[in-house]
């Protein structure tokens, strides 16, 4: 039987860490969060987001603007919150409604104040391993990996899903810290046979129960990032998890894994870009 990896200890020592850095320098740090439209998730993260700042003595600002916001008032702000001394980090919560361009409006946010690591320039530096700001949800699985004491380096690891906010810069983290890496997809032949020689399997799929356990080699780490809605209303992640439990060494539950990690490196983020900028 597994062991579980926990995700809310490990991102509530993480958030405590930020908590105590901030009281003890006395550095002050703002995140201004952009939310468009009514999508209920979306609500639901900006409010972790402005629970989990409050949490560390982050100062936060929400900006909630109607569906219909056009690409000028949007890009306009952003342009206001680059200029604002008060704000460190800038976060758009995506996705957005049809009518704006996701990635100008990405391209739009300062690169020092871009928490989230999107911006082109950002995931650049991800890319070469020279980067200020950890891409969120990668950076968080690399937290709850080591959180289980095992090494990553000289490891066989599968990432599914290749994908630029999670599969792609999760790679590139497990690449830096010396992993053997191989990236799956939807055109990946013979998924189950490759997914079975990895000592760390990663599953950024967005498919609920997609990995069973003939996909699982016996003792490996397995990371869901997945966050899939039931129409039962439950959350259930990308990985079968009754049956992988049986034969994983270590596996993070959904919810209580991967998610409260992503907010976690926020927090982290928007305290490194305050400091960047001091
Ligand atoms: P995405 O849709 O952008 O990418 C999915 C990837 O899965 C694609 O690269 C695709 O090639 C691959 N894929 C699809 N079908 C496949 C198949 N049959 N075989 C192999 N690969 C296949 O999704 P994403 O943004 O990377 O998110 C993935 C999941 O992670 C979603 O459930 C999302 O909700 C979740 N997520 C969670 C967090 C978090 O904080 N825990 C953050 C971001 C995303």
Redesign the pocket.
């Known amino acids: 039987m597994a062991q579980i990896i926990d995700g809310k200890a490990v991102s509530a020592a993480i958030k405590e860490q930020v908590r105590d850095e901030i009281a003890h320098s006395g550095i002050s740090a703002g995140l201004a969060v952009v939310i468009v439209g009514n999508d209920p998730a979306s609500r639901v993260y900006v409010n972790n987001k402005k629970k989990a700042c409050e949490f560390c003595g982050i100062k936060s600002f929400e900006y909630a603007l109607p569906e219909e916001t056009t690409m000028k008032e949007l890009l306009e702000l952003i342009d206001t919150l680059n200029n604002d001394k008060n704000v460190n980090g800038i976060l758009v919560q995506l996705p957005l409604p049809k009518q704006l361009d996701e990635k100008a409006v990405i391209e739009r946010i300062s690169p020092q104040k871009d928490v989230d690591a999107f911006h082109e320039t950002n995931v650049g530096k991800i890319m070469i391993g020279n980067y200020s700001f950890l891409p969120c949800?990668p950076a968080g699985c690399m937290e709850l990996i080591h959180s289980t004491g095992i090494s990553v380096s000289g490891k066989e690891c599968v990432v599914?899903?290749?994908?630029n906010?999670?599969?792609k810069p999760m790679a590139m983290l497990l690449l830096h810290e010396n992993g053997t890496v191989t990236v799956?997809?939807?055109r990946?032949k013979n998924?189950a046979e490759v997914c079975r020689r990895a000592d760390i399997l990663v599953a950024?799929?967005?498919?609920p129960n997609f990995v069973t356990a003939d996909m699982v080699k016996e003792g490996a780490v397995v990371i869901d990032?997945?966050?899939?809605r039931l129409e039962n209303g439950k959350l259930c992640g990308?990985v079968k998890f009754d049956e992988v439990s049986e034969k994983a060494g270590w596996i993070t539950p959904v919810p209580g894994g991967?998610?409260p990690m992503?907010i976690a490196v926020l927090m982290k983020n928007t305290l490194t870009a305050a400091k960047i900028q001091k």
């Open positions: 949800t599914i899903g290749r994908s906010i999670v599969g799956c997809h939807s990946t998924l950024a799929v967005g498919k990032v997945g966050i899939n990308d991967v998610g992503t």
